[in-house]
């Protein structure tokens, strides 16, 4: 059992121990005293959540609370916040025996990388120098819900076959390297990326899929029976699909510019979303000889079109532009899961489980080049004078740079995430292959037993067990008159 | 199989064909196609959507962001987008073997019925003569968002008994006659209707009756077996009940004046559910010999309250006054389950699956002429001089209208939408009963199977057939020694 | 049947009779009623839900009606509705057979709870002496939630030992309780509570565990095969779960200070949360030989950070003060339904369905003792001259406590919750005792089939019991040939 040769990869095939008794309480205590130490040295309330908010509003001529940050974020920050935990946790719980895992290590690997995050991001973007402090708001909150988003598409590849001590590690390098990612590419490369097309999902995915490839497990048919829906765990999948659709304009929007630029982003996505469910329909109903739909596309393929907003929601890409990206994710990302998952499996020896491939990572790049095309034709005469400042940042060292330019730094910026998606997912995988981390047999996948205690019956076998009991019964009483059965 | 007779009836019973493959695909890529260019010939964002907002707010001496009317209505919106994708979608989950089709279904004709109505709404309210452009901003997503929720309450009569075809072209004309009705009611009859229980529930239930009337299938006993709900499908559906329950304050709020104006409509429609749960379990309850409460009561009469408090939550109706609209509609709604569906299965010849008769088209009526008495018994004394003015926008060519009038032309607007739906709902059954939309026959509605792959086992099979398996080869052990008997 | 003695218990021995068709709906009925006259006598909008709300903000020099305190209110008022509907309800759900019972009575209790609350808690607290009215609006409408939250609580200890008339009485009597101990609390002793550790979780907890110890049943072991979850009642539960868990930072952030005050609230009980489930998960893993994890944990204890949040949120605390709080509630919790549930079960005669002492009363009341350090420590380097005012409202006959003397008074308040729920738990219990209210009998608890009707299929018995038809027939060929079997 095991992707095992001869020589030094010996180490690597001991048979599966998937007891993680010591190493997952051990993480979670020591990561967590770490996290409590490390926010007691950096972490403060910024001036808006201090109680010296009285005396920052008189001194900055604020003459309201409601223009507190929290009012123009909270909302969308909580319908984020339904996205990382409900919207990710539930859209995993297709599978016919891993729904608790699924949603449950989500719950777990989410709540400590929203620590992590604030951290990382904090010392990569808000550390103020002079006190060294990181001042957190509730933008830093939404902040590190993305950040977090990131790894946990990495999970939806690796659902089913990993521990979740491996989680944990996927999800400390996962946000580590999405930290500085996102500061060369926001900050160096000064892209816009409001929603996460680059920084979350093109990167999400293809981290994903790179541990996915290094952890290949050539035997992984041996679990197939468990890997696939029964009719309950799809329905409670699209709780998962219907929450990240309903909520993906807030996501979008969620950091973008007050005023104008909130409104514009959640149209966009809005429409964007709206027209990806008509072609993912389309193309599902296409793929079967009596046109039936497939719950897989449904539950995914219809989220693409916000995956590719996440970058040009925030720019004038037009009403009718949102519904053209989302009737090409659309179809895009239906053919993926038709044809581009298998073809991945068979070839290049990756193992998507939920298919992050399709909904994450090609939706992602193309959202990062659609929106690097956007901005290079944004215009004066379309977005204002002050608009395209306003839109592009276009100010302090970056004021001369003119949209052409802008749009060629969005590119580069997807290449980057792309680059760090792959590289940082191969030496995370090689990491994960230490034989230390409690991961299952190949034989043992997409199993909730192995890591949760889970109740034995299901309420329909009652009846039927008294029913066979009756039958056993009836049975016993002819063995014992003619043979000897022995008793089950 | 279908409903047929001699002559140029022959027509309509060619056996059924349930293949969707060529026409799902079609309708799909041709109207997202048509919207993709009516988006572009029409839809623009409103100017505070632009990245002109900058200039507009100084323009307008707009002091803040926070006045952008996206913080106004943005946490309403997104309240009622959950309403319309997993409220009414997991309302319709119920069924045993039909919730893929209740969730998915629902899903993607409101995805293609917002994009229309934003068209659709935009010609007859918002189209700017003179540049010939529509201007949309949230407002214009909720109404869009209202205007589909018409066409879903249509599809909860359906539900199971038509295929996903004759719900593109239900909603295609459901959204065209909402856009209609809603224009004469509202701007010609300038009745006040925010929560739309004339315009959406009126309108959108008895639309689904006159369907489901042409539509009538004698023979649909037949799917006698599958229609009704089991445990956990009721359970999913619960969840759909509590989400339109929790969020109607802010379905009847969404659009009503900032302010004054969303915060009661709020306050009445919180006060006028909660009653209703009382009155409709109490019902219940009382109906049943041991006074054992019936699901599909607790999953629908709950939420009569809401609907009828749709125009008149806005006028100062009292709290106390919402406690009674709700307390006598928890009262109708569970009478309505429990007499009026029957009957009029029995006599009438409509079969109305969820019931939408006692949900959206009695309380939806009774909601318009309790709008109607409340605006007649408005006066200046309750609601100020200039209270009464903005409430019911007495403005305009319309400032010499008295309460009394007002009344009587809200009334006059109920009989409208009753009128759109029952006569628009007719015709558009015409359309539906032509062979050549792929629906279901008389044996095989309610069953996800004809449009959907649906996935084989049961987690809770396994175990058992294990066990069987076991007891088959005792048998066969028995029956080795003494008969033959075929391998099953 | 029944906990029974000799002598004047006799009177509570009569065989049991759940028929609840006459008291049920006479509750409902009445109380109903009861709540539309009081309503007509004393509830009135304020003036911001009023129509002559445009004359309010012109003698109050308001400028936009952006200032209404609905725009401040309502995103979190949702937030606080979806925590005590979905969030409850579902939570509920885990059981087996209960799953109707768990989120349709909590659904009951919780509509009529929250009229009541309004009209308890205004006569305590917003009764205008000089016109004898209650004028409640957004704010009036969040307490009322939390009011019923505590009887909600108290339902967790009892889940599926009551009838729905059982229920009605805790909720009355809850309600009641609570209001007292609320005045007592926040307006006597001048605590501060926003998120109610003391008033909601402390209070709710020990009522619902006095109650369910008066009414103790020694023989519920009788009912112990449905005492327990299935697969998919775990997943629903998990629903619960998240959006308790979700919403958290809105329930306590829900009613503090506009601008700072909520922001911080929000921001440490998010880090509280996040920080609970590692340490849950971490206690989890370890009391398993193999490291498994618990569903109950993850369900419960991962919420107990919120719950110890709900006083000190709102002060100072500092980030890593709350992760530090999360951190011990995880721990705390956790062993809390390892070992003291059983031994309160076992030598206490506690039966806690739930087990809301690990996630309510414990950690309120630690949550309250938080609190009071918290406050005690409070100091102006800290807060600010301004912040400490407005923190702890040290302003009219209280502007001379000291942050020493509000630390004391916290922890009084904090006895005072206890005190409340114990007390008038038990009082609660006797009269629940009497046996008229259509209790379910020992073998007949936590079984939906008692007051509801139940569908009679699961979706996955047909093609098994299709199977063992099939071997039937088989086995009859058998018995036919040989024996005399008696047909099943």
């Not at 946790?89 to 620590?115: D, H, P």
């Not at 296409?286 to 989220?303: E, F, P, R």
């Amino acid at each position: 059992m095991g992707n095992c040769a001869q020589g030094f990869k010996d180490f690597f095939c001991r048979p599966k121990n998937t007891n993680v008794r010591v190493s997952l309480p051990a993480v979670c205590f020591v990561w967590q005293i770490a996290m409590i130490i490390l926010f007691g040295v950096f972490i403060r309330y910024n001036e808006e959540a201090d109680t010296h908010w009285v005396e920052h509003k008189k001194s900055h001529n604020i003459t309201s609370d409601i223009e507190n940050d929290f009012y123009f974020r909270y909302p969308s920050f909580q319908d984020v916040h339904v996205m990382i935990f409900v919207g990710f946790g539930f859209l995993m719980t297709f599978l016919k025996r891993y729904s608790f895992g699924g949603v449950g290590f989500n719950f777990l690997i989410a709540s400590f990388g929203v620590q992590w995050a604030l951290l990382m991001q904090g010392w990569f973007h808000t550390l103020d120098h002079s006190t060294g402090k990181i001042y957190i708001g509730v933008e830093s909150l939404i902040n590190a819900d993305f950040c977090t988003a990131g790894s946990l598409i990495a999970y939806g590849a690796l659902l089913g076959k990993v521990s979740p001590v491996q989680l944990m590690v996927v999800t400390l390098f996962g946000v580590t390297l999405f930290a500085v990612e996102e500061y060369i590419i926001l900050s160096l490369l000064h892209c816009r990326d409001a929603g996460g097309s680059m920084v979350i999902h093109c990167f999400g995915g293809y981290y994903g899929l790179a541990i996915s490839w290094v952890l290949y497990r050539p035997k992984l048919h041996l679990s197939q029976r468990l890997n696939g829906s029964v009719y309950h765990s799809d329905v409670f999948a699209m709780i998962g699909t219907l929450f990240l659709w309903m909520f993906w304009p807030s996501f979008n929007s969620a950091i973008t510019d007050h005023g104008d630029g909130q409104h514009r982003t959640a149209i966009n996505t809005y429409l964007a979303l709206a027209s990806c469910v008509l072609t993912s329909v389309a193309i599902s109903s296409m793929s079967q000889k009596t046109g039936k739909l497939d719950m897989v596309h449904i539950q995914n393929a219809t989220l693409a079109g916000g995956v590719a907003m996440g970058t040009a929601a925030e720019f004038m890409i037009t009403p009718y532009g949102a519904l053209i990206v989302g009737f090409c994710m659309g179809i895009i990302s239906t053919f993926g899961y038709l044809f581009v998952t298998p073809f991945l499996e068979k070839y290049l020896k990756i193992q998507d489980t939920c298919g992050v491939h399709n909904l994450h990572a090609v939706p992602g790049m193309l959202g990062g080049f659609i929106g690097a095309i956007t901005a290079a034709a944004a215009s004066e005469s379309v977005y204002g004078k002050e608009g395209l400042i306003s839109t592009f940042d276009f100010e302090g060292s970056f004021k001369d740079r003119t949209p052409g330019t802008q749009g060629g730094f969005q590119a580069a910026g997807t290449c980057v995430s792309i680059a760090f998606g792959l590289v940082g997912g191969a030496l995370v995988g090689l990491i994960l292959r230490l034989p230390i981390w409690g991961d299952p047999a190949d034989d043992n996948c997409f199993e909730d037993e192995v890591y949760w205690e889970v109740p034995e019956d299901e309420e329909s076998i009652p009846p039927v067990l008294e029913y066979n009991n009756h039958m056993i019964h009836k049975h016993q009483d002819i063995s014992e008159s003619n043979f000897s059965v022995e008793q089950s």
